[in-house]
């Protein structure tokens, strides 16, 4: 049985591979899958040398949800019964990508609203591609936005001030 684990790693993607190859597979080959929790955390245990944070924090994860997706496929349910929920209806919203032309913004955004999302998670820094997808959106739409850090806190701090402006 195969599971898919993904991992966000900005430009560490081939790190966080190597270290799921070399650090994280071998503590994990022949070990109870059943007990994530348990194992995961003997692996992160075995491994703190390394530090929290990183390629190693990133393949860890990977493999963690690679384990509950295992998990799921075995049990034939879905993830969500197994961790003991699972809502008939479940509020979402469109995570966008940082697109930073504002037209594509535009187009993102339409193409988001037409197939049902009221609520959009934007990743853009630039103030012109956060009004193109408000100006694209219009008032009935909440807009989030996560700029991924690019901003300190005291040049978020007055956007945050004057944000009925753009968004």
């Avoid at 929920?85 to 509020?91: F, K, L, Q, T």
Wanted: hydrophobic share 45%; charged share 20%; proline share 4%.
């Amino acid at each position: 049985m195969t599971g898919w684990g993904e991992a966000f790693g900005f430009r560490a993607v081939a790190s966080a591979k190597l270290a799921i190859d070399q650090l994280i597979a071998p503590l994990c080959v022949g070990q109870d899958a059943t007990r994530i929790g348990p194992l995961m955390l003997d692996v992160q245990k075995k491994l703190h040398v390394f530090g929290r944070a990183g390629a190693l924090a990133f393949g860890i994860s990977a493999v963690d949800i690679a384990l509950w997706d295992i998990a799921g496929k075995a049990a034939k349910r879905p993830l969500c019964q197994l961790l003991g929920g699972g809502a008939a209806d479940i509020a979402c919203y469109a995570s966008m990508v940082r697109y930073s032309d504002p037209s594509l913004v535009r187009r993102s955004v339409r193409q988001a609203i037409d197939v049902g999302f009221g609520t959009l998670k934007l990743h853009e820094i630039e103030l012109s591609a956060v009004r193109a997808a408000r100006e694209e959106a219009g008032p009935d739409i909440e807009l989030t936005l996560d700029v991924n850090c690019p901003w300190t806190l005291n040049e978020a701090r007055p956007l945050r001030r004057n944000s009925r402006q753009f968004v």
